[in-house]
Structure formats: structure tokens, C-alpha cells
């Protein structure tokens, strides 16, 4: 089934936030969409599933089939929702229900899970057996709280791939996983387009992209730039902002601060932690670990999906009890100076609250200079009219950016940066990057990276860390074993 949309606009408060005269589905074919941080690549994925938020205006028309209707009706769209139309969401934390266990979440989807005890059994083998194929054995019971941000986006894939939709969107879904884990993706994603699926991905990983292979969209405020086969467009791009934003990428960065450390004393040791060990049901996540961490240092961690980075970072941070082992902290980071920038960058905000108001209540709560939110937006190039929104009300980039800024306001001594830049299309990656290593050199803060992109954290860093690998040989996202030791200072 080819899904056409013409004429497609989305409007807030008279601004456009989105502008293209015509996309098209073909079966059989991918289509990717890179650009622009709020460019409006993810309203256009809402405007085709029917899910755009409140507040928002749509015009244009989809023609799914042989049917032609507005977009601004959602009502029959939603009654294919599952069957015929699926969305993997780019918050797939937000999607899961934290009360129920994985494999019936996943299980729901299925169209037998409804019919009687026989048919939702049956489900629950098809959700087991789902999880199994995207390397998640024996996470079947477990809850989406103790998963890392890689593990659930993989649930997500499962839970919405499960009900054999033909018109599959996947909102960023390499975001949190490493290249071995985004390249296995890459081939479920392409096999449900080589059994005849239509497929739209919306991504700011131009790896993932070249993997699925089809057409590319790029998108810069609002509008469509360039198109055409991605050999082509990544290849040789006619557009002036295609060409930045592959000058963007990071191996490519010559940025300032690099080599600047080379022969540096150490400065105090901010953090020590020693023999840490965690364990979650029974799996051990890290064993043994001693890592130090000093003030001015760039530290980058980096492993598989699941191997226990952003868990030994909250360890290290003393927000997670360790099984075994010890943390010591400077009194130096009292009163709030170890902050933490979540991959989820709205868990750092009240959903439900304006983000002006929670970026107050950080300079109320720790007395910082309330002058520093100006400027912090304009070194991140956010407009200030922002802060009028909820959380949802943003893009996923601007939010990322946004937390950034909660974070910074503290002038922290050490920054745990988990993902910081995973929503952030290359362009705006590389600034905004370039504003927080400003804001780390002023304050002589340490700097803990979390990052699967291996580039970027040649780019930022002078030390990293490896967790566990995988088996050698290992095809798919299976868990990782337990971490080597790891000297301090290594």
C-alpha cells in the first residue's frame, strides 16, 4: 500500500512548523528524513499516524490506498493503528508503562492477545520469542525502569513491530544503542522493507541512514531542502546546509581544546570510586571497577548496549547503591556541583510545568545568577520563547539543549553527560558541544562522557574508559558480560 501526503502543513500560533508539498510511502522502499533539530521531522511523522500533539493545526491530505482524506482527520487513521500503521517513538522510556513487565507489553500488540486465553498464550510466545530475536533473553519479566536507554528502545521496536503493521515509522530508533547494536537495526529494519513494508525513519544518524539505503529527505526549518537516492544526496549533496551538515560529523572535527591537556598535572580528585560492583535480578551489570575522577579531566565510557554505563555512572554519583564497593566525593561537590545531563533529557524537567519556571526554581534552589539563562540560550542558539512551553511542547533537541542549561546554571565541578547529544542533528551536535566544553574549561570542571560514538569521544576526550564487549563474533544486541577491571587513571 502506498501512502501519499499532500500539501502538508502544521502550524503553531501562526508559525509554520512544517511545510512539504508532498511525501510519498512506496512499499518495498525506505525513506529517511535527516536535518535540522526541530525542523519538523517528527511532526511529520505525527501528522501521517494521526498523533500530533494538541495545539497544533494541520492542514494537507494522505491518500492511503485508494482513500483520500484530510489529515486533520484522525479518526480512521487510529483504527489502523497496530494492524496496518505502527510508530517506534523517539522517547521509548515515555511509550513503556512502568508498571507492567516487558513481554506483555509487547505481547498486547499482538492481534491474538485479545482473544481469549489460547490467543493472548500465544502472544506471550510471540512476544518471547520477538525479544529473543533483538538479543533481550531473559529481560522477558523484568520492568522498563531497570532496562538502559538501548534495552528499551529495542522493547519499543518489539512492542510496535509485533502486530505485522506494513507501514512501520521508527522516530530516531538508533539513538542509545551502539554501531554492532544500530547495524543489526538497520537489518530488521530493512527486512521489514524487503518482505514489502513501507517504511519512514526519521534519524540524525547518517550511518543508519547509508545502512537503509532508499530515499533521503533532508529538512532545515520547516522545509524539505534536497531529496533523492541517499547515495546520492550524502554523496555528492547539492544544498548548501546538506554539505555543512555532512562536514558535521565528528571525525571530521578540528574543534579547539584538542590536545590542549597533553602533559597536564592532574587536578583533585573529585570522585574515587573502588571495587564497585552492581547487580541487577541476579545478572551482574560490573564487577570490580575502580575508576578516579579528577577536576579538568575529559573521561568518555563507552560499551554495549546494557553493559552498565549509565549505571556506574549513577553509582558514581552516589544516586544507585553498589552491591559492593565504595564512592568518596570532594567536598567540593556539595550543594549540588555533580550534575547529571540524562539521556531522557525530560527526566530532568516536570512535565507539566512551564520550562521557565523549572529553570527558575534551579537558581532559586542553589542561588545561581539568574542572568545565566540569556546567555545560555543564546550560546545554544535556543529562542527564549521556549520557555513558555512544556516539556512535551518542544523538539527533542531543543529539550536536550535545554537540559544542558538546567545543569550548567549550578557551575558544576563534575558533569556526568549520558547521551548529551543523541536528539541533536549534527550542526547543532558540534555547537552545542562546543558551548558546554566552554562551560567545562571555565569552571575546571570534570567532564563523564557516555557515548557509543566512538568520533565524538576522540573529539572531546583525552581518557576512555571501556566497559564489556561483546563475544567475539556476536551478531546481534545480546547482553554484555561483566566489566574488567579498571584501574583508576587507565
Known amino acids: 500500500m502506498t501512502i501519499d501526503l499532500f500539501d502538508v502543513r502544521i502550524d503553531h500560533e501562526g508559525r509554520a512548523l512544517v511545510d512539504v508539498p508532498r511525501l510519498t510511502l512506496p512499499p518495498g522502499r525506505a525513506v529517511t528524513i535527516v536535518g535540522e533539530s526541530g525542523s519538523g521531522k517528527s511532526l511529520l511523522a505525527h501528522a501521517l499516524m494521526g498523533s500530533l500533539p494538541h495545539g497544533l493545526r494541520v492542514s494537507g491530505e494522505i491518500l492511503l490506498g485508494n482513500r483520500r482524506t484530510p489529515l486533520a482527520g484522525t479518526r480512521a487513521r487510529r483504527r489502523l493503528w497496530g494492524r496496518h500503521l505502527a510508530m517506534l517513538p523517539q522517547e521509548p522510556v515515555l511509550a513503556l508503562d512502568p508498571t507492567m513487565r516487558v513481554h506483555r507489553q509487547v505481547a498486547e500488540g499482538h492481534p491474538g492477545f485479545l482473544r481469549g486465553r489460547s490467543g493472548r498464550t500465544g502472544a506471550l510466545e510471540q512476544a518471547r520469542h520477538r525479544l529473543e530475536d533483538l538479543g533481550l533473553a531473559g529481560v522477558e519479566r523484568a520492568h522498563p525502569h531497570t532496562l538502559s536507554g538501548g534495552m528499551a528502545q529495542r522493547v519499543a521496536f518489539a512492542a510496535a513491530t509485533i502486530g505485522g503493521a506494513e507501514v512501520l515509522i521508527a522516530d530516531e530508533p538508533s539513538k542509545g544503542l551502539d554501531a554492532g547494536s544500530r547495524d543489526a537495526l538497520a537489518r530488521l529494519l530493512g527486512r521489514h522493507v524487503e518482505r514489502g513494508g513501507s517504511l519512514l525513519t526519521i534519524t540524525h544518524d547518517l550511518d543508519l541512514a547509508r545502512a537503509l539505503s532508499g530515499t533521503l529527505l533532508v529538512m532545515r526549518r520547516a522545509h524539505v531542502v534536497e531529496q533523492g537516492p541517499v547515495e546520492q544526496v550524502l554523496g555528492a549533496p547539492e544544498h548548501p546546509w546538506t554539505r555543512r551538515l555532512l562536514a558535521a560529523e565528528p571525525h571530521r572535527w578540528n574543534p579547539p581544546w584538542r590536545g590542549t591537556d597533553t602533559g597536564r598535572k592532574p ?224
Open 267 to 490: 587536578g583533585t580528585t573529585l570522585i574515587e570510586g573502588s571495587g564497585l560492583t552492581k547487580t541487577y535480578g541476579g545478572r551482574p551489570v560490573f564487577t570490580d571497577v575502580d575508576l578516579a575522577i579528577a577536576a579538568g579531566e575529559r573521561v568518555s565510557l563507552s560499551g554495549p548496549s546494557g553493559c552498565g554505563k549509565t549505571t556506574l555512572g549513577g553509582v558514581l554519583l552516589r544516586l544507585v547503591r553498589p552491591d559492593a564497593g565504595s564512592v568518596h566525593h570532594h567536598p567540593d561537590l556539595a550543594a549540588g556541583r555533580a550534575q547529571k545531563l540524562y539521556q531522557d533529557p525530560s527526566a530532568a524537567f516536570a512535565p507539566r510545568v512551564p520550562l521557565r519556571a523549572s529553570l527558575n526554581d534551579v537558581v532559586r534552589r542553589h542561588r545561581a545568577d539568574p542572568a545565566r539563562i540569556g546567555t545560555l540560550l543564546d550560546r545554544l542558539g535556543l529562542d527564549p520563547a521556549l520557555l513558555g512551553r512544556r516539556p512535551g511542547e518542544v523538539s527533542g533537541g531543543e529539550l536536550q539543549r535545554l537540559a544542558v542549561i538546567r545543569a550548567m546554571l549550578v557551575e558544576p565541578r563534575v558533569l556526568f553527560a549520558d547521551e548529551p547529544t543523541s536528539r541533536l542533528d549534527l550542526l547543532t551536535q558540534e555547537e552545542t558541544v562546543h558551548s558546554l566544553m566552554d562551560q567545562v574549561a571555565e569552571h575546571d570542571a570534570a567532564l563523564v562522557l557516555v557515548t557509543h560514538d566512538l568520533d565524538l569521544a576522540a573529539a572531546v576526550t583525552e581518557r576512555h574508559v571501556a566497559l564489556a564487549e561483546k563475544d567475539d563474533g556476536a551478531d546481534d544486541v545480546g547482553p554484555a558480560r561483566p566489566a574488567r577491571r579498571i584501574p583508576a587513571g587507565a
